[in-house]
């Protein structure tokens, strides 16, 4: 790598370095005053609260009926990374190991989800859901959620299971297993780093999925991030700590998972499905 | 012919030196390269060889001394100033310009006329015999035609130097033999002044009038192909230049150029290469070629055969010692695995060597 | 190779499992079935339904009245334009941001910590981000406070409920996005291509020019698109930090309004296929014209 040590070039770095700078300090200045307001007593006009208290979280859980919304939002997220998980990898392994006509057209099918912002797809499906009768219901808002989930697991685990040589299976079998055993002693074994990996991404954006939930969830089938929504919304109706004590609730709950997640996982797959290959 | 390569007399490194952190991945490597040569680097991975091309190049600063080209320092410029011309390891064609757009990249860069740049990257396509492929990407091209374009885009700028970063590791052994002479010969006909990396030895006998053997970043031994390649400086360059038997003993008797070792027990006789003192330890090394099955007269030690292969006019073997000694050796007939041998070299062919000091590599 | 379709001994000719299998269907090519059948049910159908729906008007009336009826409402059709006017600015200043600094952290060592703080905010997502800006961004915020203290300013500056608001919002939650997407784009370039260029004479700004931005291109259309329709469907922020009744009355709210407002869901999926239709338009726009850029690997080529 060429490092330039010219005038110019320094202070063009240092351009640079002071905006991602400028934007990390704002970025966490702004976690910060939520996490502040959470605990102050009084906070108007001036830089840091007249006094501080955890009271807020106890009127939050109360008010906002945290404990059943954290219930619905934990059932929702573990349906949804179950489904998208066994229809995921069960679909990524045959894409992966079989060349078939119409496989691109399928392929571009699980791209499109991902793709398409779901405010757009997800209006046409919430109707669809509220014709249906499902809409408002557990089961509508998993439907709805699985729709990006399950294109992201076949998507992040397509080159996952092309990575695995075939000659592998095909030994276990020479070796007699059959295909229940072949399944779990070696594909299983073999494929659980990529499984677990795709399934903690699934459970981080699905914590933080708003849209889908929001078009169809019902009064008894909002998740977090949708009950956040409504308060804050509805803002003036309550205490504005009190409504901060729920972001960090909800921040709380998806920040242990992003780092359980970015034990495995690199940050930048949150966002892109496979690190490109650095090239050699 | 236009493409004329600038003219300078010599290239100096002066005590270069080049610090990764607390690593020192160069120390002090000073060397002069006259104007027409062909240098080889040579070394294993690790030595420091690509390292001290980087630094000439100007892609790695250096840590410490000079580089000069005539009387102007080099080291302080940028790469883009310094005007070298370069051949990578994975050529770095540009993948998106064509074959002309390539070889034509550092005129354009250089501001140079349309007609000059047209005339000049022809003349080098020609040169290097890629007519007719000027269009193509890189990607449509084979290896070799691609080592031709990455040549073709090093000379065509007119470099005083021409640096090449082991420029035949990427091509099949025939590919590989084929180009070593094209790069010769486009040496020759240009009177280009090359720098050469490379860690296989008969690249470097074969291609360069002089060879820098270099390890852990440091330079071992310069000298004309014949002479490495008959009498290596040290042990370790030795062993590098296809001396693969090292009898290790212990020294007997020093007169002039010849000494005497005791291997266990055997004597044998050679030609002193580093200073050693009578009673000190010491090594025999000897060619593959050199170690012959004998009656065990002078200069022959008892082995026990382990494998023999046919090669067509000889065989060749490995044995080993009764204490452990190993070797390869050639035989004009065969030999019984399990059977005991005499290996025998003539005194003219085996060189001794001082105990390699430890802990320096 | 066959794993799972063991083809029987036949008498004659290949069977009919070992025809398919041989066109690459067999037991394992039928694991991907689920998933295609759930992908119909819930995206394909949706989509031809909503389509289907939205040439039958709640009213009755002629197929095209949704359309008519938005494009001759401004409170309707303006909302392409307002949402566009916070879409493409952000994300143009987001990729323009996003390549220096992707190129400066590419030389970084500890790359992980910078993008896991950049990770948070899509993590945390568009509604927590717009929760925590309005009070961050608000006339009594830190921002502010910080600004006035510093003497730039002597009254707040008006950040939030307002189209400022939204464009902030987009930008914390879009650069993050635009920037890891650049940056796997900008170190999957052979960094030997930019040590060729020098040698040859190369200065550093034509490096850029003429080695990376021409094999950047393609990779920067697909990010500009991806983080374009991003901005497009703007949705929470626009609501919570913005005019939801004014200008950034985005086309989000207005298909949201109208079919879980005033329950004319034919309304609701008419906007919603022009929604699509307008992002459509631009990806197909930006991906066109990338058709004039060299395509194919970033490395140095080999064989």
């Known amino acids: 790598m060429i490092r330039d040590t010219t005038l110019g070039a320094k202070l063009w770095a240092a351009a640079v370095w002071a905006t991602v700078g400028f934007f990390v300090v704002n970025l966490l200045a702004m976690i910060a005053t939520v996490v502040t307001s959470s605990f102050a007593t009084r906070w108007l006009g001036t830089w840091l609260p007249a006094g501080w208290t955890t009271r807020w979280y106890s009127s939050a859980w109360s008010e906002f009926q945290l404990w059943d919304v954290l219930m619905v939002t934990f059932q929702v997220i573990g349906a949804v990374v179950f489904i998208s998980g066994v229809l995921g990898v069960t679909a990524a392994y045959a894409l992966a190991r079989r060349d078939f006509p119409g496989k691109k057209l399928l392929v571009l099918l699980f791209l499109l989800p991902l793709m398409i912002p779901s405010m757009t797809f997800g209006i046409p499906l919430a109707t669809v859901l509220y014709q249906t009768g499902l809409a408002g219901t557990f089961w509508g808002v998993v439907a709805a959620n699985l729709v990006p989930t399950v294109p992201f697991v076949i998507l992040v685990m397509i080159p996952f299971i092309e990575q695995i040589d075939p000659k592998i299976e095909a030994a276990a079998r020479v070796f007699g297993a059959n295909t229940f055993k072949l399944f779990v002693h070696v594909l299983l074994p073999l494929l659980m780093p990529g499984i677990l990996a795709a399934l903690l991404l699934v459970l981080v954006r699905t914590i933080a999925m708003f849209e889908l939930t929001f078009l169809v969830a019902g009064p008894t089938s909002q998740t977090l991030v949708v009950a956040l929504y409504y308060a804050v919304f509805a803002a003036g109706v309550r205490a504005v700590q009190s409504i901060d004590a729920m972001a960090v609730i909800y921040m709380v709950t998806t920040l242990v998972w992003l780092i359980i997640a970015l034990r495995f996982v690199n940050p930048t797959q949150i966002v892109t499905r496979a690190k490109q290959q650095p090239a050699h | ?361 | 190779m066959d794993v799972l379709a063991h083809a029987p001994a036949v008498e004659q000719g290949p069977s009919l499992r070992q025809r398919l299998a041989a066109k690459g269907f067999d037991a394992v090519t039928l694991l991907v079935v689920p998933a295609a059948v759930f992908s119909l049910l819930l995206f394909v159908y949706p989509f031809a339904f909503g389509f289907v729906l939205s040439f039958e008007p709640k009213g009755g009336g002629e197929w095209l009245s949704n359309y008519r009826r938005f494009f001759s409402d401004p409170f309707l059709y303006e909302t392409i334009a307002k949402t566009l006017w916070l879409a493409i600015p952000v994300t143009l200043l987001n990729l323009l941001l996003a390549i220096p600094i992707a190129f400066r952290v590419r030389l970084m060592r500890h790359q992980r910590l910078l993008t896991t703080i950049l990770v948070l905010p899509i993590t945390l997502g568009t509604v927590l981000v717009a929760e925590g800006l309005l009070n961050y961004l608000g006339p009594q915020g830190w921002f502010n406070r910080t600004l006035m203290t510093l003497g730039l300013i002597s009254q707040p500056l008006k950040l939030v409920h307002n189209y400022w608001g939204v464009f902030a919002s987009l930008l914390i939650t879009g650069f993050p996005f635009t920037f890891l997407l650049t940056l796997s784009y900008v170190t999957g370039i052979d960094p030997a291509l930019e040590q060729a260029a020098a040698t040859l004479g190369a200065s550093a700004w034509q490096r850029f020019r003429h080695v990376y931005l021409p094999l950047l291109m393609p990779g920067l259309a697909i990010t500009f698109c991806l983080s374009f329709v991003q901005a497009f469907s703007v949705f929470p922020s626009a609501v919570l930090l913005g005019e939801p009744a004014g200008p950034t009355r985005v086309i989000s709210i207005a298909a949201a309004q109208a079919a879980f407002e005033e329950y004319d869901y034919s309304m609701g999926a008419a906007i919603a296929m022009i929604m699509g239709v307008v992002q459509l338009a631009i990806v197909v726009a930006v991906l066109a014209s990338r058709g004039l850029f060299y395509r194919g690997p970033a490395s140095g080529a080999k064989g």
């Open chain 2, 1 to 361: 012919m236009t493409i004329a390569l600038s003219q300078f007399d010599e290239v100096r490194l002066d005590r270069v030196s080049r610090d990764f952190g607390a690593l020192n991945a160069l120390r002090d490597v000073s060397l002069t390269i006259r104007r027409g040569e062909f240098i080889a680097l040579l070394g294993p991975s690790g030595c420091g060889k690509s390292t001290t091309l980087n630094c000439i190049a100007g892609l790695l600063p250096v840590t410490g001394g000079a580089i000069w080209l005539d009387k102007s320092r080099v080291d302080t410029l940028r790469p883009e100033e310094r005007g070298f011309g370069m051949v990578f390891q994975n050529y770095a064609l540009f993948p998106h310009l064509n074959v002309r757009q390539n070889i034509g990249f550092g005129l354009k860069m250089r501001g140079r006329p349309r007609a000059e740049i047209d005339r000049k990257v022809d003349e080098a396509l020609s040169l290097v015999r890629l007519q007719g492929q000027e269009h193509k990407l890189p990607g449509q091209l084979s290896g070799g035609q691609q080592q031709r374009v990455a040549i073709a885009r090093a000379i065509v700028i007119e470099p005083p130097l021409v640096l090449m970063d082991e420029p035949l590791s990427n091509l099949d052994a025939k590919l590989r033999l084929e180009m070593r002479a094209e790069i010769r010969r486009i040496h020759n006909e240009l009177g280009a002044t090359t720098i050469y990396v490379t860690h296989d030895q008969d690249e470097a006998l074969s291609l360069a009038d002089r060879i820098v053997v270099l390890r852990d970043g440091a330079v071992r031994q310069v000298g004309s192909p014949k002479e490495l390649y008959e009498t290596p400086a040290h042990f370790d360059v030795a062993d590098f230049m296809g001396f693969r038997n090292k009898l290790k003993g212990q020294v007997v008797a020093v007169e002039g150029s010849r000494a005497v070792l005791d291997v266990e027990g055997a004597r044998i006789s050679g030609i002193v290469q580093e200073r050693v003192t009578p009673g000190a330890v010491a090594y025999a090394a000897i060619r593959p070629d050199d170690l012959v099955v004998g009656d065990g007269g002078r200069n022959a030690i008892a082995a026990t055969v382990d494998t023999i292969e046919y090669r067509g006019r000889e065989f060749v073997g490995t044995a080993h010692s009764a204490g452990g000694l190993d070797f390869v050796f050639r035989s004009h007939q065969q030999v019984e695995p399990g059977s005991t041998v005499h290996l025998q070299a003539d005194d003219e062919r085996v060189l001794v060597f001082a105990e390699p000091v430890q802990g320096r590599h």
